[in-house]
């Protein structure tokens, strides 16, 4: 089984080397934009780059990610990644304060993390004033937590904000930051600010992404960077995102999780999955659905000038059909007759997720008293993994469904959490049209850490006597 490993990391040889071990053969195209265009599936993946064509089963990106350069006024910042641009601020024996800047809506990289606290401290202890300035950062990566207290007794000053503003004096070369934490203001004047993003280096991560059809969040990253909950997992099957910043101190256990991952990938079983089909005379080979579909499962037929879905790829979220114009997408699994229609138990099934309302849930029943005993609850690894034939199919013994799934933001599957509410909506839309009620399918987002509000909303769906 061919391995196509793309992507400009020293990490490259160890990679081959170890799925070489597993029975994998590689081919590694070092320059991203090398790659002209990339269609198929999970298992036969065709590879288009300027010297010929590849086959290959799975995918493995290591380019490494550049998050943008912030607005800096002009100016440009001093990559914290850079040893000599880093080693040129600590020879300057500079004066005014350095600031170190780590510009994350949500938590910061370990990486970026560890590599600032470590710069950080460095220039401290050189009688470096240092600024470390962050909007959101975390602590959690193995050894981050003690430099972060060395740092503070070095004498770095921490300061997370809620406002930034940088402006750039070309004639001094200093930069003024203007910093607000929602109740102080401070303002810094200084001729160094270091940070990790990519210092104007051209994005080849964000070109690769697009043209693997990788969804990706608002900051760039196409698994979110939540490295602790699953480090290699993208939206679309088969093709696998190691980020060589965060790997190092896991890399064998994201290799031995992408090895689990891969089989099911190209040898999962779809004769009961539902999925997308697509009438021919309908389509308007508009591509809309191409656009949308966050599973890259749509693909053109340009010969025929339709589009087909790969049943493998296809995830059954229904985004496609959503959004088609012509209505040419249906859904199997949507018809719903009498005899399937919902039972009459009062009792309530609960799909948990074992990240979020899983753990929730085991808060919340103990408390429930005799209304405990009218829930039964199904773990499952991600709400990604909650079809419509699940929920569906609980129906036929249950008065009510709930997909007790991660909030926005917090899912291992990237969108799994939303695609379980689709597949809820879906699934009472499919009621209302078979004449029954509508108010059986529900989806709760929620936290381990938020059970309190996960039981009211549950409450509320029990106490409903539709």
């Known amino acids: 089984m061919n391995v196509l490993i793309i992507g400009q990391n020293e990490i490259n040889e160890e990679l081959a080397n170890y799925l070489a071990k597993q029975g994998y053969s590689s081919v590694i195209i070092a320059d991203a934009d090398a790659i002209k265009s990339f269609s198929g599936e999970a298992g036969n993946f065709k590879v288009k780059t300027g010297s010929g064509e590849v086959e290959v089963a799975l995918a493995i990106v290591t380019e490494p990610h550049r998050k943008p350069v912030p607005d800096m006024g002009g100016g440009m910042p001093s990559p914290l990644f850079d040893a000599a641009a880093m080693e040129r601020i600590r020879a300057s024996k500079t ?10 809506f949500n938590e910061s990289p370990p990486a970026s993390t560890a590599r600032a606290l470590e710069e950080a401290l460095a220039l401290a202890s050189n ?10 950062m975390r602590t959690a990566a193995s050894g981050c937590e003690e430099m972060y207290l060395k740092a503070r007794r070095a004498g770095v000053t921490f300061i997370k904000y809620e406002k930034l503003a940088v402006s750039y004096d070309k004639g001094t070369g200093s930069f003024d930051v203007e910093i607000s934490d929602g109740v102080h203001d401070v303002d810094l004047n200084t001729q160094f600010i270091a940070t ?33 909950l699953a480090s290699a997992l993208t939206g679309r099957k088969g093709v696998y995102y ?29 004769s ?6 697509v009438d021919g005379d309908k389509c308007a080979f508009c591509y809309t659905c191409y656009r949308a579909c966050p599973h890259g499962a749509m693909a053109p037929d340009e010969e025929n000038r339709v589009m087909q879905n790969m049943e493998s790829a296809c995830e059954g979220c229904g985004a496609c059909a959503a959004v088609c114009p012509g209505n040419a997408i249906a859904m199997s699994g949507d018809e719903f007759s009498a005899a399937s229609a919902p039972g009459k138990s009062g009792k309530t099934k ?24 009218k ?20 129906l036929r013994s249950y008065g009510k469904v709930i997909a007790l799934v991660c909030m926005d933001d917090a899912c291992r599957h990237f969108t799994g959490n939303q695609s379980a509410c689709k597949q809820a909506t879906r699934l009472s839309a499919v009621l209302e049209k078979a004449g029954v009620s509508n108010k059986r399918a529900y989806c709760i987002k929620t936290s381990h850490a938020m059970p309190n509000a996960a ?12």
Request: proline share 3%.
């Open 375 to 394: 829930i039964d609850c199904e773990t499952v690894s991600c709400g990604g993994r909650i079809g419509f034939e699940q929920m569906s199919g609980a």
């Open 350 to 373: 609960i799909f948990c997720c074992e990240n979020s309302g899983e753990i929730a849930l085991r808060e919340i029943l103990p408390g429930l008293g005799e209304l405990a005993a």
């Open 127 to 136: 009688k470096v004033n240092v600024a470390f300035v962050f909007r959101f």
């Open 272 to 277: 009961d999955k539902n999925h997308a089909t």
């Open 196 to 228: 990790d993003s990519g210092h104007g280096v051209p994005d080849k991560f964000a070109r690769l992404a697009k043209k693997l059809r990788l969804k990706a969040d608002e900051a760039g990253f196409v698994n979110e960077d939540r490295y602790f």
């Open 455 to 466: 039981r009211d909303e549950i409450l509320e769906v029990l106490n409903d006597n539709c």
């Open 242 to 270: 190691l980020n060589p910043d965060n790997c190092e101190s896991w890399l064998q256990e994201t290799l031995e999780f992408i090895g689990s991952m891969a089989c099911a990938d190209v040898n999962g079983d779809t």
């Open 95 to 104: 004066k005014s304060p350095v600031v170190v800047l780590l510009d994350y």
